[in-house]
């Protein structure tokens, strides 16, 4: 009997941790579903608070381990930069279809194991260098149907993972190539319903785009806007000669802007200087330098285009030449067909008698010698 109290006491605190361990973990499950907010539908940590006409999220009440977030089709116009700071778990976060017009830097810091981020249909005109800043795990970028001019290098360095990304819909003229580089997974790239301009500032970028092809990415059709010529003409089927020129800005009155401003170069980075001993330098004397103007538009072989005109000019001038030989010619022929039969009736009253009973053919021959 005393053994099997000791055997029997010996598996009792087993027993109950091994229960402790189960309550906790069914507790915390239970959290999740019993901390779904009132407005919001939850199925286990999947939280779906779309179409609630939500301005803020701040009295949601969204408790950890979330995986999936739904918001979109809410009236949400900003967000404070610690709204996920407790939502590490978060995999899939839909924000599409709100206001939103600037994001903090720091909002998806805590986000580590986000795979996929919508941020479709929003008012955003420009992204912070450091927004996606430890998002290596994200593999669906959606950044379609916003105001975007320009994605900086930088915001994708870390987006090693991304495989799917669209900038479809926005108002972008060109893009750096540097900027998506680092995109070393990336497989399918959305970019139509842009402003593109197929000018020299889109070169690099197209360059990219076709090395993607070349290793078996896919690309929507990109469409060039401006210049006129190729309005409509997917940027693929360009020839890169296209692209070695410079559209030029004009003012409101329609004239260029001219003189002896430099040529715009939007894909250029500014310069660095390296940090020297001493005193920093002045800033520069003329802070109020006009404008760059961007170069005009020329054909796609100035070259050949040159050397066609002068091809055609030359054959102009032999066909005109050989014009001018044959009227001449024709004139000098007509003058000494007229002066022959001039002298041809002179002769015919001096012949005599016994040559006109000669054949008429050897009257003439003999006129003729």
């Known amino acids: 009997p005393s053994t099997a109290q000791s055997q029997c006491s010996l598996s009792l605190p087993s027993v109950s941790i091994a229960l402790l361990w ?50 979109s089709n809410n009236r949400l116009a900003s967000l404070a930069p610690g709204t996920f700071a407790n939502h590490s778990a978060l995999e899939y976060l839909d924000l599409s279809n709100n206001y939103l017009d600037g ?42 149907l916003n105001g975007l001019s320009t994605v900086s290098p930088g915001l994708l360095d870390e987006l090693r993972s991304l495989t799917w990304l669209s900038l479809a819909g926005n108002r972008l003229h060109a893009l750096e190539r540097a900027a998506f580089e680092p995109l070393a997974s990336l497989q399918h790239l ?8 197929c000018d020299c500032n889109l070169r690099d970028f197209k360059h990219w785009i076709e090395w993607l092809l070349y290793r078996g990415g896919h690309v929507d059709a990109v469409e060039c806007t401006l210049p006129k010529d190729l309005r409509g003409r997917d940027i693929r089927s360009v020839p890169v000669e296209m692209f070695n020129y410079c559209l030029q800005l004009e003012d409101d009155n329609g004239s ?3 003189g002896n401003t430099p040529p715009c170069n939007r894909a250029a980075s500014p310069s660095i ?11 520069a004397a003329d802070a109020s330098a ?22 055609a000019g030359v054959v102009c001038g032999i066909v005109c030449i050989m014009m001018v030989a044959a009227a001449a010619y024709g004139c000098i022929y007509a003058s000494l067909m007229a002066k022959y039969q001039r002298e041809l009736k002179k002769r015919q009253p001096l012949m005599g008698d016994g040559e006109g ?5 050897e009257k003439q021959i ?3 010698a």
């Open 22 to 71: 189960l309550l906790g973990a069914l507790a915390g499950q239970l959290g999740v579903v019993g901390g779904c907010p009132s407005v919001c539908t939850c199925n286990g940590t999947e939280v779906d608070c779309g179409g609630r006409d939500l301005v803020s999220l701040l009295a949601l009440g969204l408790l950890p381990g979330i995986r999936t977030l739904v918001l």
């Open 103 to 144: 994001l903090p830097a720091t909002l998806f810091r805590e986000l580590g194991n986000l795979t996929e981020l919508v941020l479709r249909n929003n008012s955003l005109t420009s992204l912070d260098r450091g927004l996606l800043r430890g998002l290596g795990q994200l593999r669906r970028l959606d950044l379609s």
């Open 190 to 197: 959305q970019l139509g319903g842009n402003p593109w301009e």
């Open 256 to 258: 260029s802007r001219g």
């Open 273 to 283: 200087t390296p940090p020297s001993e001493g005193p920093p330098p002045a800033p």
């Open 290 to 311: 006009p404008d760059c103007v961007r170069q005009r538009y020329r054909p796609v072989s100035v070259r050949r285009a040159i050397g066609t005109v002068v091809i």
């Open 357 to 361: 009973d000669a054949d008429p053919e």
């Open 366 to 368: 003999s006129s003729v």
